[in-house]
Nanobody, 124 residues
Framework: QVQLVESGGGLVQAGGSLRLSCAASGLAFTAYSMGWFRQAPGKEREFVAAINWSGGSTYYTDSVKGRFTMSRDNAKNTVVLQMNSLKPEDTAVYSC?????????????????WGQGTQVTVSS
């Protein structure tokens, strides 16, 4: 069974940094897309970033460009979201997700495997 486990969330002050990790098991990590999504209270789930696992190409929503970086660690079977210059509006539960293929990576309903989520809180 494919499992994704996020870690690295926490409480930071505005301007600080957090490094989120998503460890995968039961997944080959080839020909897959991996995505990061977030959901704040009372709001819909929002695309944050995604990576083409095979080629390593990354994609970001406009609000995090220049601040967040998604990367892969093939040896550890892990994807990482490095979040810098955090803002209070980044506060949300962050979840990683996986799917086969590379189409519609911004759409959460195209992913079929999800982690449990990790809370990120940015204080002002």
């Amino acid at each position: 069974q494919v499992q994704l486990v996020e870690s690295g969330g926490g409480l930071v002050q505005a301007g600080g940094s957090l490094r989120l990790s998503c460890a995968a098991s039961g997944l080959a990590f080839t020909a897959y897309s991996m995505g990061w999504f977030r959901q704040a209270p009372g709001k819909e789930r929002e695309f944050v970033a995604a990576i083409n696992w095979s080629g390593g190409s990354t994609y970001y929503t406009d609000s995090v460009k220049g601040r967040f970086t998604m990367s892969r660690d093939n040896a550890k079977n892990t994807v990482v979201l490095q979040m810098n210059s955090l803002k209070p509006e980044d506060t949300a539960v962050y979840s990683c997700a996986a799917k086969r293929g590379f189409a519609n990576m911004q759409s959460p309903n195209t992913y079929n495997t999800w982690g449990q989520g990790t809370q990120v809180t940015v204080s002002s």
